[in-house]
C-alpha cells in the first residue's frame, strides 16, 4: 500500500519517498550491469529445484512420518540472561472496564464518478485517478459457480483457466511475452458468483493492452493441449490441498454454512474429472455475455478517451 511505502522507506533508512528517484534508479539500469550481475550471481551456479508431487511417494507407515530434520529432538536450554527476571505489571492511567466514547463519524470522500450504458446491456463505472500512471479495469460476469449443475462443480473456475491461455491467433506464451513488454496484466479468475477479467496498464500502452484483452475474450481457442494442462494441473492441486489445513478449513466452513447450494459446494477430484472441453465451450458460449456484466475502471484516463479505448465491447453479442 502507499501508506506502507512512505513508512518503509523512512525505517530503510532511504530518507523521504520519492517515487521520481526510485523510478530512475530502475531507468539507470543497463543491458551491461544486468549481463554482469548474471554472470556473477546466476550463470553455473548451483540451484535448488522443489518438485511437489501429485501423490506421496512414501508408504502410510510410521517411518514415514519421522522427522529428518537433525536438530529435531534438540532440548532447548534456559537462556542465562532471563535468570530471575520477574514480569513487572503496567499501570494503566485509565480504567480499561469504561469502554471509550466513539468520536462523530466521518463521511468518506467519494471521488467523482461516471457511469455508462452500452446498448448490449453492459454497465460501465469509472472515475481519473492521476496518482500514477496507470490503468485498472475490472470486468465482472455475474454467474460463475451459480450456473454450474452440482456434477461439474469447478467449471466455472476451468472455464476462467482456459480463457487465461491461448487464442485462435495467438499461443499463450506470445501473449505472455507481449505483455511483459507492455508491463501489463490480463488475468480470468471466477467464484461462487461470477466470473473476474482483470487488466492492470500503463496509461501509455493501454491501446494495446486492449487490443489484447480483446483477443483474449472474443476469441479464446480452447485447444485440446491447454484444457489436458489444465485439468491436470488443477487435479493435483485438489491433491496437494488435502493436506492444507487453511483449504480444508474453510471449504467445510462454506459446506456448512450453505449447504448444497452453489455457495457450499466443494470442488473435488470427481467433479473436475467429469467436465469435458465440450462442457468449457457451453459454459463460455451460454454465460459469457454482456447482459450480466459491468466493468469498473479506475487510473490515469478520462471519460471520453476510455469509452473510445472500448468501443470493441459493443460488438460482444448479448446470449440468451
Do not use: C, H
Request: charged share 30%; net charge positive.
Amino acid at each position: 500500500s502507499k501508506a506502507y511505502s512512505i513508512s518503509s522507506w523512512e525505517w530503510l533508512g532511504r530518507g523521504k519517498y520519492n517515487i521520481s528517484s526510485e523510478l530512475a534508479r530502475y531507468n539507470n539500469v543497463t543491458r551491461e550491469d544486468v549481463m554482469r550481475v548474471f554472470n556473477k550471481y546466476i550463470k553455473n551456479r548451483k540451484v535448488v529445484i522443489s518438485t511437489v508431487r501429485p501423490k506421496s511417494p512414501f508408504v502410510e507407515k510410521l517411518d514415514s512420518l519421522i522427522s529428518v530434520n537433525p536438530n529435531a529432538d534438540l532440548i532447548l536450554k534456559e537462556d542465562p540472561q532471563y535468570v530471575g527476571l520477574e514480569y513487572n505489571r503496567p499501570e494503566d492511567s485509565f480504567d480499561r472496564n469504561i469502554q471509550p466514547k466513539a468520536n462523530n463519524p466521518k463521511a468518506p470522500k467519494v471521488p467523482n464518478y461516471y457511469r455508462e450504458n452500452f446498448s448490449n446491456g453492459l454497465k460501465i463505472i469509472g472515475t481519473k485517478s492521476s496518482e500514477v500512471p496507470k490503468v485498472y479495469v475490472r470486468l465482472k460476469i455475474e454467474g460463475g459457480g451459480l450456473l454450474v449443475d452440482k456434477k461439474l462443480t469447478g467449471l466455472a473456475e476451468l472455464t476462467a483457466d482456459m480463457m487465461n491461455e491461448s487464442t485462435s491467433k495467438y499461443s499463450s506464451e506470445e501473449i505472455s511475452v507481449e505483455l511483459q513488454k507492455l508491463g501489463s496484466t490480463i488475468s480470468f479468475s471466477a467464484s461462487e458468483d461470477g466470473t473476474i477479467m482483470y487488466i492492470e496498464s500503463l496509461t501509455k500502452n493501454i491501446d494495446a493492452t486492449l487490443v489484447i484483452a480483446k483477443e483474449k475474450l472474443f476469441n479464446p481457442s480452447f485447444n485440446k493441449e491447454d484444457f489436458n494442462r489444465i485439468k491436470k494441473q488443477t487435479l493435483e492441486g485438489l491433491e496437494a490441498s488435502k493436506k492444507n489445513a487453511q483449504y480444508l478449513g474453510f471449504s467445510y466452513f462454506g459446506n456448512q454454512l450453505y449447504g448444497d447450494s452453489p455457495f457450499g459446494r466443494i470442488t473435488t477430484e470427481k467433479t473436475i474429472k467429469k467436465i469435458k472441453l465440450s462442457d468449457i465451450e457451453e459454459y463460455y458460449n451460454k454465460n459469457y455475455t454482456p447482459s450480466v456484466s459491468s466493468l469498473v475502471v479506475v487510473g490515469d484516463i478520462d471519460k471520453d478517451s476510455f469509452l473510445s479505448k472500448i468501443d470493441f465491447l459493443k460488438e460482444w453479442k448479448t446470449k440468451k
